[in-house]
């Protein structure tokens, strides 16, 4: 079955900038998006179609993509930013759709 | 509001089986893709059911195919997830989540748990 992989963890001090990537070997082909899930709440879509961004999500929140790797980042991270970040695609046939693992992003 | 609301979850023994509702106010529920997605306990998200907007097309994770079924009625703003042959491994929260397109989910509801347990 298909997979996005992620790392698990990601530390930045505030104010750096922090970088999350996702790999899966159908990204090439199918947009990924991402979400911000913090403790007991929904998750939170944050980047679509690579890098889009929704209404109402700040503008230090960007996506990028290139091959098989897509990437979130977040500039100017500030504690609020704390959270799990998923990826999510949908494999080459487009009918099955994946998360990665999750990296939980900590602010130190 | 824009808002998703799921409700049926609760405990139910190994084989048994469950139906979550979810319904949906504040947008045009049958211009939107309905997902669900889960998360058990302590562990990341997993996508589960898709249905298109007209019900036509549904798509599964294949460790419910067979025991799962996503269903909508737009005239009553509600997606459902009938649930049989229940396992151990399907305890979880349960999300209901809409997009424009499958895998876009912009909206989500709160949650329902699932316990599957003797």
């Known amino acids: 079955s298909y997979e996005l992989t992620q790392p698990p963890s990601v530390s930045v001090s505030p104010g750096q900038t922090a970088r999350i990537t996702c790999s899966g070997d159908a990204l090439p082909k199918q947009y990924a998006y991402w979400y911000q899930q913090k403790p007991g709440q929904a998750p939170v879509l944050v980047i679509y179609k690579d890098s889009e961004r929704p209404s109402g999500i700040p503008e230090r929140f960007s996506g990028s993509s290139s091959g098989t790797t897509v990437t979130l980042t977040i500039s100017g991270v500030q504690a609020e930013d704390e959270a799990d970040y998923y990826c999510?695609?949908?494999?080459?046939?487009?009918?099955?759709?994946?998360f990665g693992g999750g990296t939980k992003l900590t602010v130190l | 509001e824009v808002q998703l609301v799921e409700s049926g979850g609760g405990l139910v023994q190994p084989g048994g089986s469950l139906r979550l509702s979810c319904a949906a106010s504040?947008?045009?529920?049958?211009?939107?893709?309905m997902s669900w997605v889960r998360q058990a306990p302590g562990k990341g998200l997993e996508w589960v059911a898709n249905?298109?907007?007209?019900?036509?097309?549904?798509y599964y994770v294949d460790s419910v195919k067979g025991r799962f079924t996503i269903s909508r009625d737009n005239a009553k703003n509600s997606l459902y997830l009938q649930m049989n042959s229940l396992r151990a491994e399907d305890t979880a929260v349960y999300y209901c989540?809409?997009?424009?397109?499958?895998?876009?989910?912009?909206?989500w509801g709160q949650g329902t748990m699932v316990t599957v347990s003797s």
């Open positions: 504040g947008f045009t529920f049958s211009s939107y893709w």
């Open positions: 249905i298109k907007q007209d019900g036509s097309e549904k």
């Open positions: 989540a809409s997009g424009r397109h499958p895998g876009e989910w912009l909206i």
């Open positions: 999510q695609s949908a494999d080459s046939s487009g009918t099955s759709w994946v």
